[in-house]
């Protein structure tokens, strides 16, 4: 017999033509026949093999790397007593004749109709979820939308300065194009293979890239792909899923990107997900503390930390980047909880001491004690500062708190981990239990501009100082760069062993497309209007060019110190999101996205800045 007469679901050609109620007896007492053997079989496993019971509930009732990872609460004692085994037993076999009789009456259904129950379970599961706890984002207040100022920009007068400006939207039309053609609905694209990528940091969420640029292609006038993306983000983007995501990076780019396409379009759609998202979220607040899980299951809303990070701790740079779109997240759904739990998180860091004034990157959740005493303002530190200082500037300056913290924090940076190399280079070296390891981190250059954005609000005497700060930051990033055959920087570099920034760690010598360096170019362009900033970026976009651009993208490099480029066939979503944003507004005059308006998230995404006196008017010109 033809296995495709077999399978139900499958439409053969004579199929088509027979009744829609249609199968014949014999087919029946077949597929009757079929199910019979396998449920036997089952309960012959359930009877006879070695402690199968047992087996079966892991399976079905745990997942196991979610368990060994989570605290036990009362309702998770040992459930193997043989009392509870027969309960287990009779459930299953309950099941599965439920399923059995299910089966039976799905093979009497046309395609449609099977098409149409799935369509009606998957709505039953969202009522459900919203019934538990998550509350119903169709019924979000009413919330007047005023399109903040600059969200679209106009061509430079200068010629030059057009005609880049323009290169660098073409280079966001190949990454968007590419993605679009051969990995459309991915997470990311693999521009060498020319098919999708998925990093675990996403659960099963799908679309990163989709959602991460919607404002870029916003703000770059790209109006008919940010409709196919907004129509993407309508039918497809769903977070009904039972899978594990890094809060942090799924705060960083779906709800910062939603609110920012949100903001900048005034499509409710993205309100309205970005709302949803955060529901979801709100499960990994739930420690003693407060201080959020690192990873967290959006079904069941089970959380855990990385196994890797210090004894169970959460990380200063995940737990310390939701503020600026958690308090949006509580102005747009009227839900105070998001800005509750953020606060929350402020009051727990400022009963803690500070070794140095320093905040270590491990905190233990449970305990709220800090784990090892390693400092960085690169990796599992960096945007925790970043946080302080913009929701400082978001809240239209009226976040006191926020701003003592950054002032503070930045004093103890400069007194402890900033140091200049004998070749007069600045640098933030890392910190680990008082001992400085003289590397700094690509992430780390991110600080350039930090510094920059923050030096006007420092105590007066300060504010000169920081900006020459931030101007030598970025000197040696730029130096990074410089110093290496494809003109790209590299991971980490390091002021040891008789070298000034250059990697000397084969690992640290890959560069996959990140922000950071040019991120500072655009901050100390709009502070200084140095012309040697837009100069650098220019030779970035000439690297990349020259280096990453692939026939199906951009990828990343695995040696910068290789003049023969090896592709890790990564296009990243941050490579949208943030380097060609920040090298478009790097050519763009300053009264777009202005920075007395808008703030930026750690993934490049515009927040508006919440005025005090509500007076934020619409932009007239637009
Ligand atoms: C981005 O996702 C964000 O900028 C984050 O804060 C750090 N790393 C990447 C880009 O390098």
């Given amino acids: 017999m033809p296995v495709a007469t077999l399978l139900p679901f499958t439409a053969t050609p004579n199929r088509k033509s027979a009744s829609p109620t249609s199968f014949r007896l014999t087919e029946k007492f077949i597929l009757l026949l079929v199910f019979s053997a396998f449920i036997t ?64 009456d799905t093979l009497q259904k046309r395609p449609d109709e099977i098409v149409k129950d799935i369509r009606n379970e998957k709505d039953e599961l969202v009522k459900e979820s919203v019934g538990q706890g998550g509350k119903d984002v169709n019924n979000l207040p009413f919330v007047e939308y005023r399109r903040p100022p600059g969200t679209t920009g106009h061509e430079p007068l200068d010629p030059e300065t057009r005609e880049r400006r323009a290169k660098i939207k073409e280079m966001m039309k190949h990454a968007w194009d590419s993605y679009r053609r051969y990995s459309w609905g991915s997470n990311e694209l693999r521009p060498i293979s020319k098919q999708g990528h998925s990093s675990n940091l996403f659960g099963s969420i799908k679309g990163a890239t989709i959602v991460d640029a919607l404002d870029t292609l916003y703000i770059m006038e790209m109006f008919e792909e940010f409709d196919a993306a907004t129509e993407w983000v309508e039918k497809n983007l769903d977070f009904v899923v039972n899978a594990e995501v890094s809060v942090f990076e799924v705060n960083i780019r779906f709800v910062g990107g939603l609110l920012s396409a949100y903001y900048l379009s005034g499509k409710e759609v993205f309100r309205r997900k970005a709302v949803e998202l955060g529901e979801k979220l709100l499960p990994a607040f739930k420690t003693p503390t407060g201080i959020p899980w690192a990873l967290l299951n959006l079904k069941s809303g089970i959380g855990r930390n990385w196994p890797w990070a210090s004894g169970g701790s959460s990380i200063l740079a995940e737990y310390g980047t939701l503020h600026l ?29 500070k070794p140095q004034g320093l905040y270590p990157n491990y905190l233990n959740p449970n305990s709220g004690q800090w784990g090892q005493h390693h400092v960085s303002v690169g990796g599992l530190g960096d945007s925790f500062y970043e946080y ?8 239209d300056k009226t976040d006191e708190e926020g701003k003592k913290m950054y002032y503070d924090a930045l004093q103890a940076i400069e007194t402890n981990l900033m140091r200049k190399s004998s070749g007069g280079l ?45 101007a030598e930051i970025a000197r040696t990033c730029h130096e990074s760069y410089a110093r290496t055959a494809l003109k790209l920087g590299p991971e980490a570099f390091r002021f040891d062993g008789g070298v000034e920034a250059i990697a000397t760690r084969q690992n640290e010598k890959y560069f996959i497309l990140r922000p950071e360096v040019i991120e500072t170019y655009m901050y100390m362009w709009r502070f200084t209007h140095d012309p040697k900033y837009r100069e650098w970026g220019w030779e970035a976009v000439q690297a990349l060019e020259q280096h990453c651009k692939v026939e199906g993208g951009y990828s990343g490099v695995r040696d910068v110190y290789s003049s023969t480029p090896n592709h890790d066939d ?49 932009n007239e010109v637009e």
Wanted: glycine share 8%.
């Fill in 41 to 104: 079989l089952c309960f012959g496993a359930i009877f006879f093999l070695p402690d199968s019971s047992k087996l079966l509930s892991g399976v079905f009732f745990h997942s196991s790397a979610v368990e060994t990872n989570t605290r036990t609460g009362p309702d998770s004692s040992d459930s193997g007593s043989a009392g509870n085994d027969e309960r287990v037993l009779a459930k299953i076999r309950k099941d599965h004749e439920k399923a059995l009789l299910e089966a039976k």
């Fill in 325 to 353: 779109e958690f308090m949006h997240l509580s102005k747009l759904s009227g839900n105070p909880e998001f800005a509750q739990k953020v606060m929350n998180i402020r009051k727990v860091l400022n009963r803690l001491d």
């Fill in 388 to 395: 302080l200082l913009k929701a400082w500037l978001m809240s």
């Fill in 426 to 470: 600045t640098y933030i070296a890392e910190w680990k239990g008082g001992l400085l390891e003289h590397k700094m981190g690509h992430l780390t250059c991110f600080a350039g501009g930090m510094i920059a954005l923050g030096a006007d609000g420092a105590p007066s005497d300060k504010t000169g100082h920081q900006m020459e700060q931030a």
């Fill in 570 to 618: 990564v296009q990243q979503s941050f490579y949208l999101a943030e380097t060609l944003k920040y090298l478009y507004l790097l050519f763009s005059d300053d009264d777009h996205l202005p920075f007395d308006h808008w703030v930026f998230n750690t993934e490049a995404h515009p927040l508006p800045v919440i005025k005090k006196d509500n007076t934020d008017r619409p």
